[in-house]
């Protein structure tokens, strides 16, 4: 697929991210039930720990195991993405816990 709005390609990387990461939904990392071990890991809040120790880990092996190895570095940019998902959770949670001590009447408010 040719990538003309992007000087470096990115669109393209975009998309064959995309596939590579759907791809994990149906492989190994889920069970019979589709329960991914990253559910497990958010349950025992250590989620973004195991994610960003991945990311580093699968940038590091890069040119070691396999060689120059692609899927390591799709590996690394799925753990980043889901770092997305864990920041932006705590983010929301710590606007969520500012809105509620600033108005501390509002008990409506209180999750």
Not at 52 to 66: A, T, V
Not at 79 to 88: E, G, K, R
Request: hydrophobic share 25%; with cysteine.
């Amino acid at each position: 697929m040719e990538d003309n709005t992007h000087k470096f390609k990115e669109g393209q990387y975009v998309l064959e991210l995309k596939r590579y990461i759907d791809s994990t939904y149906g492989q190994h990392y889920s069970n019979k039930s589709g329960l991914q071990v990253q559910e497990i890991l958010k349950d025992l809040d250590i989620g973004k720990e195991f994610c960003q120790g991945n990311s580093i880990k699968y940038l590091m092996r890069y040119g070691k195991k396999k060689g120059y190895n692609r899927a390591d570095l799709l590996k690394s940019l799925h753990y980043t993405i889901l770092m997305l998902f864990y920041h932006d959770e705590k983010t929301e949670e710590d606007y969520e816990a500012l809105q509620r001590a600033q108005n501390p009447d509002s008990v409506s408010e209180w999750k």
